[in-house]
């Protein structure tokens, strides 16, 4: 069994910044990618931020300059540093981790709300 645990999440004016982290216990002996998925209401979840176990980096355009994916292999820990938010921010955000084994896991999900 794996558990992905979020943090960070909340409530900003526009220009303000949070950091996100997802932490992942249990099962899980080998991770790969590790990322951030974003969802607005009524839409299909896309893809935030990704990086692999070598530390590669790759962002949806919508964030590109604007938030810093990072990892911290030892605490199996993503974190998701998130500068200048826009109200177009306002999502919900679902970490995930990918295993070895190519399983991947999935965050129950933290609520951003950006005031304008």
């Known amino acids: 069994q794996v558990q992905l645990v979020e943090s960070g999440g909340g409530l900003v004016q526009a220009g303000g910044s949070l950091r996100l982290s997802c932490a992942a216990s249990g099962s899980i002996f080998s991770i790969n990618a590790m990322g951030w998925y974003r969802q607005a209401p009524g839409k299909q979840r896309e893809l935030g931020a990704t990086i692999t176990s070598g530390g590669s980096t790759n962002y949806a355009d919508s964030v590109k300059d604007r938030f810093t994916i990072t990892r911290d292999n030892a605490k199996n820990t993503v974190y998701l540093q998130m500068n200048s938010l826009k109200p177009e921010d306002t999502v919900v955000y679902y970490c995930?981790?990918?295993?070895?084994?190519?399983?991947?896991?999935w965050g129950p999900g933290t609520q951003v709300t950006v005031s304008s």
């Open positions: 995930y981790v990918d295993s070895a084994w190519s399983d991947r896991y």
